[in-house]
């Protein structure tokens, strides 16, 4: 069965860091272009992190370059968003996404900036 499963949500004070893990089964995430999205309640879905392949290219939105760190660990089968500096305007909802023959959605994992 085709499936992620993110973790490592939760509080965090401004200027603070979070480390969020997508693991994936049912398919292999070197294989694929993976990304990161995060949803405000109320909002749309909005694009954070895209990890590419081959080659693994990276890109960012705007509003997280310089600040959070896409990966993948290929022996673990897991994508990762390292988020550093965290921002009351980071909090959301984090999921993340591949396309295996079909869009393949995780749970999501909350994330919340606050003091």
């Known amino acids: 069965q085709v499936q992620l499963v993110e973790s490592g949500g939760g509080l965090a004070q401004p200027g603070g860091s979070l480390r969020l893990s997508c693991l994936a089964s049912g398919f292999s995430v070197s294989d694929h272009v993976m990304r990161w999205y995060r949803q405000v309640p109320g909002k749309e879905r909005e694009f954070v992190a895209v990890i590419t392949r081959p080659g693994s290219v990276v890109d960012y939105a705007d509003s997280v370059k310089g600040r959070f760190t896409i990966s993948r660990d290929n022996t673990k089968n897991t994508l990762y968003l390292q988020m550093d500096n965290l921002q009351p305007a980071d909090t959301a909802i984090y ?21």
């Open 95 to 115: 999921y993340c996404y591949c396309f295996v023959n079909q869009d393949i959605w995780g749970q999501g994992t909350q994330v919340t900036v606050s003091s």
